[in-house]
Nanobody, 116 residues
Framework: QAQVQESGGGLVQAGGSLRLSCKNSRIILSTFWAETISWYRQTPGNQRELVAR???????NYGDSVKGRFTISKDNGKKTVYLQMNSLRPEDTGVYYC???????WGQGTQVAVSS
């Protein structure tokens, strides 16, 4: 079983919403609390771009294209990070990856497709 697993992707119409989840199954709770955790997305032919990030003190930052539409949050008890995506656009289509900074761990990605 992979250490970092994303879920929640799918096909949605423009204007719709999805919530992605990222669970780290092997991390101990104290390390999870200390982590900076990020969501990236990648489209064919392009580099991964930062979508959202949350730090150990719950500070957040977002890519310019998703500000006001996406929200990153975490549940320490569940060792899970979420990405709530609202008002989705076709340009949000891509594979979304979760990254844990301290361990430099990536998940396998979850596909999001937004139709116009």
């Amino acid at each position: 079983q992979a250490q970092v697993q994303e879920s929640g992707g799918g096909l949605v119409q423009a204007g719709g919403s999805l919530r992605l989840s990222c669970k780290n199954s092997r991390i101990i709770l104290s390390t999870f609390w200390a982590e900076t955790i990020s969501w990236y997305r990648q489209t064919p032919g392009n580099q991964r771009e930062l979508v959202a990030r949350i730090t150990n003190d719950d500070s957040t930052n977002y890519g310019d294209s998703v500000k006001g539409r996406f929200t990153i949050s975490k549940d320490n008890g569940k060792k899970t990070v979420y990405l709530q995506m609202n008002s989705l656009r076709p340009e949000d289509t891509g594979v979304y990856y979760c990254h844990f900074g301290l361990s430099d761990s990536w998940g396998q990605g979850t596909q999001v497709a937004v139709s116009s």
